[in-house]
């Protein structure tokens, strides 16, 4: 089987070296498993900020349903838990702070956790290269590894959240708390706090595999065990 | 098609490389020309410092020539864009390194089969090359193993089914017997010896280890970053009859 340089040339330009999605995934799946502890750290620290995220939105906004219902009986309630009304209508600065913190903790804690991953992997990357693979390929492989985080993170964070919300607003308003909150403003604030935790993480991995793509075969390659 | 061409597989001309260590240049390699046809054997040796490595860097498009240059089957390395290089480096060349390499985290399988699907083909197309490479190195019996599970010897086995699951043109080995014992050691050369043979591959190995003289068709000794001296096998075996 020999091709004259013209043909393979040909080959080359045609099809590029791309790993199907599923061993993308297994790759990134056994890598978040190998470093479990680190792994789980990272995790929680996404689901917290997302458990925050969606826990104040659904929370204000149901403060906001129920100072919105003119009723005597629901202002009680809400006068007798202490609830700035007007402040959480208007958007209280101080949430919206912390919610930021939460958030930019969570995006530095995942690139922190990635960076490490692609210091110890350093070899494997290199392998991954000498063998073939694009830069693109190591860009997707971290991308992926951080996005599963990101997804299952937000996706924990989220009923966390969400549970806090539902027993606070319980024992605060009773049976005002279920029946002001709308299934439509909380998918809402649910969708919008699941495309915060993964686009964060994503923003997070974007610098380590960078640094991994951009890592050059030779220099993987002379890092010893 | 071109004949003369097609035989000459790796083409280094005049291959120069510097590095810049602290304000010192190093000339790693200073001019070294070497042409391996389809098929050879080739054994690089030298003392460690001597730019065998450097070489071996060259021939696989991992590092590039100050001056001169690296032509694989007809392509002057060089003058093409990085991907380019990575996709023939997967479709022309085999890795097999001193330390193995394997991916730990992927069953013996999966390893073999990582070039496959970066190279495109399909899943279950990948696995069933890849378990058919583990047969022919002896461990179709250790498919799900990780390479953690694997002795030193097992696992090169499993990096040289990988190196030849792409049906490559030439197989890059850099020590490949230098982490492992005398026997075993012998059976990856004779392992990869016959093997090249049956699949008319060529072999550029570096090393240390005189038992890898008996299967090269030549032997390049590099020192000082230049060419010292080229035995070819019939001359060879004097040799080593005179230092034994």
Redesign the interface.
């Known amino acids: 089987m020999t091709e004259t340089p013209q043909e393979l040339m040909a080959a080359l330009t045609a099809e590029g070296a791309h790993l199907p999605t599923k061993t993308l995934f297994q790759l990134a799946w056994a890598g978040l498993r190998v470093r479990l502890a680190r792994s789980l750290v990272t995790l929680l620290s996404v689901v917290l900020a997302i458990a925050y995220l969606s826990y104040s939105g659904v929370s204000n906004d149901l403060v906001q349903r129920l100072a919105a219902s003119k009723s005597d009986e629901i202002y009680t309630l809400l006068r007798a838990t202490g609830i700035d009304v007007e402040a959480t209508v208007k958007g209280n600065p101080l949430d919206r702070w912390l919610v930021a913190m939460a958030l930019l903790t969570c995006t530095v804690g995942i690139a922190n956790a990635m960076l490490m991953s692609v210091t110890e992997r350093f070899r494997e990357i290199g392998t991954m290269k000498c063998l073939g693979a694009e830069n693109g390929t190591v860009v997707k492989l971290f991308l992926i590894e951080s996005a599963m985080i990101g997804g299952a993170g937000s996706l924990m964070g989220i009923l966390v959240g969400l549970l806090i919300c539902v027993v606070a607003g319980a024992a605060q308003f009773g049976r005002y708390a279920i029946e002001y909150l709308t299934l439509r403003s909380v998918m809402t604030y649910v969708g919008f706090a699941f495309l915060a935790g993964v686009v964060l993480c994503l923003i997070g991995a974007g610098y380590p595999a960078l640094v991994a793509s951009r890592m050059r075969p030779v220099e993987a390659l002379r890092v010893e065990e | 098609?071109?004949r003369t061409?097609?035989e000459i597989v790796v083409d280094v001309q005049d291959v120069h490389r510097e590095f810049r260590l602290g304000g010192e240049i190093v000339r790693a390699l200073q001019g070294i020309t070497l042409q391996v046809g389809?098929g050879e054997f080739v054994s690089i040796m030298g003392p460690s410092g001597s730019g065998k490595t450097t070489l071996f860097?060259m021939i696989?498009g991992?590092?590039v020539p100050t001056r001169g240059s690296v032509t694989l089957?007809?392509?002057p390395l060089g003058a093409l864009p990085?991907?380019?290089v990575?996709?023939?480096?997967?479709?022309?060349?085999g890795?097999i390194?001193q330390?193995y390499?394997?991916?730990?985290?992927?069953t013996a399988l999966?390893n073999v089969a990582?070039?496959s699907?970066?190279?495109?083909r399909p899943?279950a197309e990948a696995r069933n090359r890849a378990g058919a490479q583990l047969d022919r190195v002896g461990l179709g019996d250790r498919l799900d193993h990780r390479p953690d599970e694997l002795s030193g010897g097992q696992q090169q086995r499993v990096a040289i089914a990988?190196a030849f699951v792409n049906?490559p043109a030439v197989i890059l080995a850099d020590e490949p017997t230098g982490n492992l014992d005398l026997k075993t050691g012998e059976e990856i050369i004779r392992m990869l010896s016959v093997m090249s043979k049956e699949d008319n591959v060529t072999i550029i190995s570096t090393t240390h280890d005189h038992k890898m003289l008996s299967v090269s068709d030549r032997v390049v000794w590099v020192v000082g970053g230049r060419i010292d001296r080229v035995v070819n096998r019939e001359d060879l075996q004097i040799q080593v009859g005179s230092i034994t």
Request: aromatic content about 4%; hydrophobic content about 40%.
């Open positions: 098609m071109t061409s097609a389809r860097n696989g991992l590092d089957l007809g392509h990085s991907h380019i990575a996709r023939l480096r997967c479709r022309k060349i890795y390194f330390s390499n394997l991916i730990p985290v992927l999966d990582l070039p699907l970066l190279l495109g899943q990988r049906e």
